[in-house]
């Protein structure tokens, strides 16, 4: 029964190039959601999405930053022309049911992100 | 919005019990949640509250005062490999939106 699935584990890009980050979540979940870890800070939550929908992107920058959670296959988060503030710790969790509160999260292993 | 304290750090000692506590303020709450997290690794579920009370779960627990906006986690009969980072986070009411967590307590366990 395989966890929630991330890759790549670590990923490096140059200022100004495109990165995409993929999430496959646990079988049987629906809902997929996006943090981003900053060292000695704690987990920022940056979109929730189902399949097909963004459901709350609150928390992902209005520029460069886009997620998408197809019919088929891995929920992707997608950066533009990336900047050296955006190196971080990426991290995916899903649930088999929305609003947390009755399905907790169950959390990748997260992707490194380092823009040099 | 939601506001969400933990020590940064904490120390105990192998076989010892420790308390790592955890206050928040939030428009709404409908949950608290414990998750545990080894450097580098994914954080793992631990415990949730939404009633006043302790959850008791083996050698961990945890407790929830919604008045107070007061949670702890206790860890007993400590062992080498919890150390790590313990985060507390809070769903608000509705819970569309996922978690809101703390910025996390590294504890750091001596022999």
């Known amino acids: 029964n395989a966890g929630v699935m991330q890759n790549p584990r670590h990923l490096v890009r140059r200022r100004g190039q495109e990165a995409r980050l993929r999430c496959s979540p646990m079988?049987?979940?629906?809902?997929v959601y996006w943090y981003r870890q900053l060292p000695e800070e704690g987990l920022k939550f940056m979109v929730y999405?189902?399949?097909?929908?963004?459901?709350?992107e609150s928390g992902m920058p209005k520029e460069r930053f886009s997620a998408e959670f197809p019919k088929e296959g891995p929920s992707i988060l997608r950066i533009q022309q990336v900047v050296r503030g955006d190196s971080a710790a990426y991290f995916c969790?899903?649930?088999?049911?929305?609003?947390?509160?009755?399905?907790?999260?169950?959390f990748g292993n997260g992707t490194r992100l380092t823009v040099t | 919005g939601q506001n969400i304290d933990q020590p940064t750090e904490m120390t105990a000692t192998e076989g010892a019990i420790v308390q790592i506590n955890c206050t928040y303020q939030?428009?709404?709450?409908?949950?608290l949640f414990w998750y545990q997290q080894h450097a580098g690794e994914a954080p793992t579920f631990l415990s949730y509250n939404v009633l006043d009370g302790l959850e008791e779960k083996g050698r961990f627990s945890s407790f929830l005062s919604r008045s107070k906006g007061y949670s702890y986690l206790l860890l007993k009969e400590l062992q080498m490999k919890d150390s790590a980072s313990y985060l507390c986070a809070v769903i608000k009411a509705g819970g569309a939106d996922g978690l809101t967590f703390g910025k996390g307590t590294h504890l750091i366990i001596q022999p």
């Open positions: 939030t428009s709404g709450f409908n949950g």
């Open positions: 999405l189902q399949k097909e929908n963004i459901i709350d």
């Open positions: 079988k049987g979940h629906s809902h």
């Open positions: 969790a899903s649930s088999q049911t929305g609003g947390t509160y009755n399905s907790p999260l169950h």
